[in-house]
């Protein structure tokens, strides 16, 4: 099955730790994004990829980093830095460019920062 | 910038209903697209319906159908005999050129809507 596979579901970490969440997508689409949603505030654009080994920042992009090595992987890790990392996370994917391209999420990886 | 409004942050309607839910955005952007996505309790986002700004026809999928007002720049979305596996929260999308040759979704807040039996 084609799809977007985030994992874990859930992640705990101490204050301090940087951690890293996985998304993987077998759809061969050229673009992915990483988003963060809190209760009330939709969700907000960390990062994003049009094309291998490149990347841009998103609104909230402080704190986060990212990398595009291969096509089908786009690994968001959350720094230290990140004041209040505690969130939930969304990896999607689209075909390209272009106002038409529908987004396709992953199930989300739930993470808590104690 | 672009921005997108929801401003009902919940509401309810009973089984086999209909209830409308709205959404408001400001662009000036002439060709972009807009979504209306679904977010049930697994928390998977699921694309319910688009709209091409381009095209006066209203689409609709299903009992799903949107009401667009391009003057008005007003996206609602109309749901006809409501169902239980309706219950989520649903996120108004707008997709537009947004510099550096990129174009990215801008949510809205979300509408939580639930149906009750």
């Known amino acids: 099955d084609g799809g977007i596979t985030q994992s874990p579901k859930y992640l705990f970490r101490k204050e301090g730790q940087n951690v890293t969440l996985s998304c993987e997508q077998n759809l061969n689409h050229d673009a992915m994004y990483w988003y963060r949603q809190d209760p009330g505030q939709g969700l907000r654009l960390i990062y994003y990829s049009q094309i291998v080994n490149d990347f841009q920042k998103g609104d909230i992009a402080e704190g986060y980093s990212v990398s595009r090595e291969k096509k089908e992987s786009f690994p968001l890790t959350v720094t230290s830095a990140q004041k209040n990392p505690t969130a939930f996370y969304l990896c999607a994917s689209s075909m390209g460019q272009g106002p038409q391209g529908e987004q396709y999420f992953g199930p989300g990886t739930r993470l808590t920062v104690t | 910038a672009q921005t997108v409004t929801q401003s009902q942050p919940e509401m309810s309607v009973q089984e086999a209903e209909t209830v409308t839910l709205s959404c408001t955005y400001d662009t000036s952007e002439s060709n972009y697209y807009l979504f209306w996505y679904k977010q049930p309790p697994s928390r998977q986002m699921i694309l319910v319906i688009r709209q091409e700004a381009y095209k006066q026809q209203n689409a609709t999928e299903n009992r799903f159908s949107v009401n667009f007002q391009k003057a008005a720049k007003s996206f609602s979305l109309k749901i006809s005999d409501s169902q239980l596996g309706d219950t989520a929260m649903y996120f108004c999308?707008?997709?537009?050129?947004?510099?550096?040759?990129?174009?990215?979704?801008?949510f809205g807040k979300g509408t939580k809507l639930s149906v009750i039996p």
């Open positions: 999308a707008f997709s537009a050129y947004s510099g550096a040759g990129s174009y990215q979704l801008t």
